[in-house]
Every structure is written in C-alpha cells, then in structure tokens.
C-alpha cells in the first residue's frame, strides 16, 4: 500500500505540534502530571492542617505555668530555631501522635512571637 505524498509532512506537522502544545501546557500553562499534582496536594495539605493546628499549639504553650520564661527563651531563638524550641517542649503535640509536624511548630512559632 502507497501512501500519498502529503502523508509524511502531514504527520511530522502533527507530531510537531502536540510537542510544541506539551511544551507550553507544562512549561507555561501550568498543566501537572499525577505525581506533581500529588506532591502539590500534600503540600496545601500540610499547610492547611499547620494553619489549623497552630492556634491550638499557642494556646497550649500559653497555659503552661513557666509561661512567660518559655515566651522569653522562644523570642531569644533564633528564627530557624523557634520551630525546634516548640517541638521539643511539646505544646502541640496532639494526642495519640508521636511528635508535633514542623510546618505546625512553624506556625506556632510564628504566632507566639507576632504577640
């Protein structure tokens, strides 16, 4: 079987087409894969349970009785350091869970210190 002449231009025009229409649906267009929109998906998940649980954290961290020496030692931390001073002190930590996640410490953190 022969097949005509405009066959072959027709197909590398095609085939140059959905490469260059993959390439601006991923590159500009913002289009993800399955795996990327999963990792975008546990990300604002994360961050939606940080902003959910960080409130909680302060209030626990604030009805400790060394209150004010804890505020004390978090605003002298360091800023990369406040997240670890609340996760080792453990305000919030909930129930059942082993530790306290560190976008919530964060947060936490990022609250005590606003006030």
């Known amino acids: 079987m022969k ?3 405009q066959t072959e231009p027709t197909l590398w025009g095609a085939i140059a087409g ?9 590159g500009f267009a913002d289009w993800q894969t399955a795996g990327g929109a999963t990792t975008l998906g546990k990300a604002q998940a994360n961050k ?7 409130p909680v954290c302060a209030e626990m961290f604030k009805r ?3 209150f004010d020496a804890n505020l004390v030692e978090l605003k002298k931390a360091d800023e990369w350091a406040r997240a670890t001073y609340i996760e080792k002190g453990g305000w919030g930590k909930m129930p059942e869970s082993a530790k306290i996640d560190s976008e919530t410490a964060r947060s936490c953190a990022a609250l005590l210190t606003k006030a």
Do not use: M
């Not at 959905?18 to 649906?25: K, R, T």
């Open 3 to 5: 097949l005509p002449a």
């Open 18 to 26: 959905a490469a260059l229409i993959s390439l601006i649906g991923f």
């Open 48 to 54: 939606a349970v940080a902003a959910a649980l960080a």
């Open 64 to 66: 400790d009785a060394n």
